[in-house]
């Protein structure tokens, strides 16, 4: 058998086109003694790896010596083939080309083109000298082949196709593979409703899980009044989608390009108002869950507005001020034509912060030729608030309160697990100080920070420091060496009476569930949308874990955040104690309209899922009346 039919084999057994290798995998890529240019007329066969039988999907490129005359005979040995008569001869290389070879390599199948066998880079799908065996070219001074593999990992295409595959491969989603929903037991007609969205968006599964969790809480709601099935169908289509394309220059002059996102989910009760997240994992159908979220939580308070979120898959870690501004005002370039007092307010989310909103507004103004305070959340002296970053993370431990003093509980001695370490979860440990309780953990993205004896003020302010010098969390073991600091995990499995997770959506799983259930923990309060996976949600509810909804948990962000829209209001004028006072009142009542929302569809208050489904429903029932009032629009 001839190496061509050797390749074809080769290729016949692994049928997908896509091989990704791992950085340690390496390929033989050495030229042999000298740089013999007749090497580059030599055959390339792909054989299976011996390094582990396990992964026979993974294969490596071998050089095969000139055809003669008589084939060879192949010797099979050990899971290697090998031709006899052929002695591989190898040259040292050094280290950092082997780190710049695997940087290019890891992307690298092949196939036959033109009857020859080429490495392709599965990147931009291209092939020549810079693809060949060896990756410096096979002709020319080493300073030629050098050259050459720049010019390919500096090409514009390469690098952004690669930065998405990286992404991808952060976010646990493989390229080829496609995330599982998770459908829950729905009555017929609450099925029939989510079976359209899956029909419609089968890849959103983040905005599909958001969906099922509401159309299981308006089950009653629908089997009450008939019209309503129309109005949730009809309201589960979100208003307008706008994605479009955001270039922008870094330092170093070299061109990039991310997606930006805007989602106007309703407007039925007012102007939308939503965050801005700029994060690598940004897609539609994060938007689209945030949009949608964003909408019940603002349904849900006593000042009506409708529902929007939105941002982008740039990640603001690592970036300089500069390329932050210059990305800001790329973003704005385009959305600016979708806000306005009237139409659209964006606020702060994951990744946008006062800076990022000061650069937004800037060009805003500068593109809409006039000075409106109609974006939430940045600095004083144009927005209104001195309180806005507080007042959603103070809002969560004061509706914690509430939870505990319906189970005759407080706050005071207990035991409190926190995830995250942003804004919000700062503000949650702050308050929960004040409160007397005992926050042990804090996170971050490599692990979590646990502290047995619990955070007091003094530890606090070493944490913020920590953070306002974008350091990592391990620097608090230099001050208090007694803490531990967990890399590659979550605080869940730690003993608490209260867990707050603030990090992101998903963060809890099945497992970490049970481990929140083997901790003792009794109460759960939603700080970051959707925390908790379907199956997680489930495991708790069995346990009989009071889990309190973010849609009602905000309510404090929310409150101050529609107040500053309001002119009336001057924010600048409270005092500390009208401040909080304002939040626990809008808490309380969000608590309370929830609770009897359940009530009135059957659900009493000593359901563990009590809150949950009457946050849902009173959000719809207020969304549903405007919608009704307004005709089919």
């Given at each position: 058998m001839d190496e061509l039919n050797l390749l074809r084999q080769a290729q016949r057994q692994h049928q997908h086109h896509l091989v990704v290798r791992g950085l340690g995998e390496e390929i033989d890529l050495e030229i042999g003694p000298g740089d013999d240019p007749s090497f580059s007329s030599a055959a390339l066969v792909g054989v299976t790896s011996a390094h582990d039988p396990a992964d026979d999907h993974k294969t490596l490129l071998i050089p095969c010596s000139q055809p003669q005359p008589t084939p060879p005979q192949v010797e099979e040995h050990e899971g290697l083939l090998r031709l006899p008569g052929h002695t591989k001869k190898k040259k040292k290389v050094v280290k950092k080309w082997r780190e710049e070879w695997a940087d290019t390599y890891k992307w690298a199948y092949v196939a036959v083109h033109d009857n020859t066998s080429r490495i392709f880079c599965t990147v931009c799908k291209e092939y020549g000298r810079k693809h060949r065996r060896n990756p410096y070219g096979n002709e020319g001074s080493r300073n030629m082949q050098m050259s050459a593999l720049e010019e390919h990992n500096n090409s514009l295409l390469h690098k952004e196709a690669l930065r998405l595959q990286t992404a991808s491969k952060e976010n646990a989603q493989p390229l080829e593979i496609e995330r599982p929903v998770y459908v829950k037991a729905l009555s017929k007609t609450a099925a029939s409703i989510l079976e359209?969205?899956?029909?419609?968006?089968?890849?959103?599964?983040?905005?599909?899980?958001?969906?099922?969790?509401?159309?299981?809480?308006?089950?009653?709601?629908?089997?009450?009044?008939?019209?309503?099935?129309?109005?949730?169908?009809?309201?589960?289509?979100?208003?307008?989608?706008?994605?479009?394309?955001?270039?922008?220059?870094?330092?170093?002059?070299?061109?990039?390009?991310?997606?930006?996102?805007?989602?106007?989910?309703?407007?039925a009760l007012g102007p939308c108002r939503g965050g801005l997240r700029f994060h690598p994992t940004m897609?539609?159908?994060?938007?689209?869950?945030?949009?949608?979220?964003?909408?019940?939580?603002?349904?849900?308070?006593?000042?009506?507005?409708?529902?929007?979120?939105?941002g982008s898959d740039f990640d603001p870690k690592g970036k300089s001020e500069n390329e932050i501004m210059r990305f800001c005002q790329s973003f704005m370039n385009e959305l600016y034509r979708y806000l306005g007092p009237d139409q659209d307010f964006p606020a702060e989310d994951v990744g946008v912060g006062p800076r990022e909103m000061g650069y937004l507004f800037g060009q805003y103004r500068r593109l809409s030729g006039h000075f409106q305070g109609n974006f939430t959340g940045p600095k004083?002296?144009?927005?209104?608030?001195?309180?806005?970053?507080?007042?959603?993370?103070?809002?969560?431990?004061f509706f914690a309160r509430v939870v505990l003093a319906d189970m005759n509980k407080e706050l005071k001695?207990?035991?409190?697990?926190?995830?995250?370490?942003?804004?919000?979860?700062?503000?949650?440990?702050?308050?929960?100080?004040?409160?007397e309780a005992i926050p042990v953990t804090v996170s971050d993205s490599k692990g979590y920070l646990l502290d047995t004896e619990g955070f007091d003020y003094m530890k606090y302010s070493v944490i913020r420091t920590i953070k306002a010098q974008q350091r990592s969390l391990k620097e608090y073991l230099k001050s208090y060496p007694n803490a531990k600091y967990i890399d590659d995990a979550k605080p869940w499995s730690e003993k608490c009476d209260v867990a707050f997770p603030c990090a992101s959506q998903n963060e809890i799983d099945q497992a970490e569930a049970l481990a929140i259930i083997n901790t003792g923990c009794r109460v759960l309060i939603e700080c970051s949308n959707m925390p908790c996976t379907a199956q997680a949600v489930d495991i708790l509810r069995t346990a009989k874990v009071v889990v309190a909804p973010a849609k009602a948990t905000a309510a404090g962000g929310v409150a101050v955040g529609e107040l500053e829209l309001n002119p009336e209001f001057s924010l600048m004028q409270w005092s500390v104690e009208d401040f909080e006072n304002k939040i626990q009142?809008?808490?309380?009542?969000?608590?309370?309209?929830?609770?009897?929302?359940?009530?009135d569809y059957g659900i009493m208050k000593e359901n563990q899922e009590s809150l949950v489904h009457g946050a849902n429903i009173c959000a719809f029932l207020n969304i549903a009346q405007a919608m009704t009032d307004q005709g089919c629009v």
């Open positions: 359209s969205v899956l029909k419609r968006d089968p890849h959103e599964a983040e905005f599909i899980q958001s969906i099922q969790a509401v159309v299981h809480s308006l089950e009653p709601v629908l089997v009450k009044n008939s019209q309503h099935v129309q109005i949730l169908e009809r309201l589960l289509e979100p208003e307008k989608c706008f994605i479009f394309r955001v270039p922008w220059v870094d330092d170093r002059g070299e061109a990039h390009v991310n997606r930006g996102f805007r989602v106007q989910f309703s407007q897609t539609l159908s994060v938007a689209k869950f945030l949009a949608f979220e964003q909408t019940l939580k603002n349904a849900l308070s006593q000042y009506k507005l409708g529902g929007a979120a939105g004083i002296f144009w927005s209104g608030s001195s309180f806005r970053t507080e007042a959603t993370g103070y809002g969560l431990v001695g207990l035991r409190c697990v926190i995830s995250g370490s942003g804004k919000i979860a700062m503000h949650v440990l702050e308050k929960l100080l004040s409160c009142d809008a808490v309380k009542q969000t608590y309370d309209r929830s609770i009897k929302a359940a009530q």
